[in-house]
């Protein structure tokens, strides 16, 4: 599965849009790129996922790249409650079960 | 409600005492898997399980073993447990299909061995 690449820390205002971007510039033509958070140690929560076209559901937006080596995040009004440690993950096709988690990107919504 | 449930949510306990921690899921779920969680290590799975009496190990099985007699339920158990399986567990579940992509957490489980 290819690695991924996330910034340690993030800070943003709240009620703007949160911007999280994730490297992945080994990524193969099937793998898919999932995002998770965790907030504060309870169990991580699944927010969305994409293999190429840009994605959106009601918590967040996935922008893909072209080349698909990068993707963004997209929370557009961040609120206190989606102070989190994203994870971006990227695995092989749907249904791949062993999710490996690396550091992700501690997001920090400031009032 | 959806839900994966863990117990106990905390528990502190003695090197060499065996515990069970209890994972039960309402989804029918086929896939049920255990990660712990250590700081600066992320992340790392047990042990998991395509369905009824089918389980496999993950990355870092040593000193657990698990069960699977029903498919809501996939028990995770320290025969003798040590104090480096001092950690926080969770337990996550989804359908086994090619068009499943969640996954569901449980709260996660504070595990202490003295």
């Known amino acids: 599965d290819a690695k991924t690449t996330q910034p340690t820390s993030m800070d943003c205002a709240e009620g703007r849009a949160a911007n999280l971007p994730c490297n992945h510039s080994?990524?193969?033509?099937?793998?898919?790129v999932y995002w998770y958070r965790q907030i504060h140690s309870q169990g991580p929560q699944y927010i969305i996922h994409g293999l190429k076209n840009n994605e959106t559901n009601e918590m967040a937006s996935l922008i893909i790249t072209e080349d698909r080596k990068s993707s963004t995040l997209i929370l557009p009004h961040a609120t206190l409650r989606d102070t989190a440690v994203y994870y971006c993950i990227v695995q092989a096709g749907a249904g791949s079960y062993q999710l490996t988690f690396g550091k992700g990107t501690k997001l920090s919504v400031i009032p | 409600e959806a839900q994966v449930t863990q117990n106990p949510r905390y528990l502190i306990t003695v090197t060499g005492k065996k515990l069970t921690v209890t994972c039960s899921q309402n989804?029918?779920?086929?896939?049920m898997s255990w990660y712990r969680q250590d700081p600066g290590l992320g992340l790392r799975q047990i042990y998991y399980?395509?369905?009824?009496?089918?389980?496999d190990k993950g990355d870092v099985p040593e000193g657990y073993k698990v069960s699977r007699k029903e498919k809501r339920n996939f028990p995770l158990i320290l025969e003798s447990p040590s104090p480096n399986q001092t950690s926080l567990y969770f337990c996550?579940?989804?359908?086994?299909?090619?068009?499943?992509?969640?996954?569901?957490f449980g709260p996660g489980t504070r595990l202490t061995v003295t």
């Open positions: 996550a579940s989804s359908f086994a299909e090619d068009t499943s992509y969640e996954q569901y």
């Open positions: 080994t990524i193969s033509g099937n793998e898919y």
């Open positions: 399980s395509m369905n009824v009496e089918v389980t």
């Open positions: 989804m029918n779920h086929e896939y």
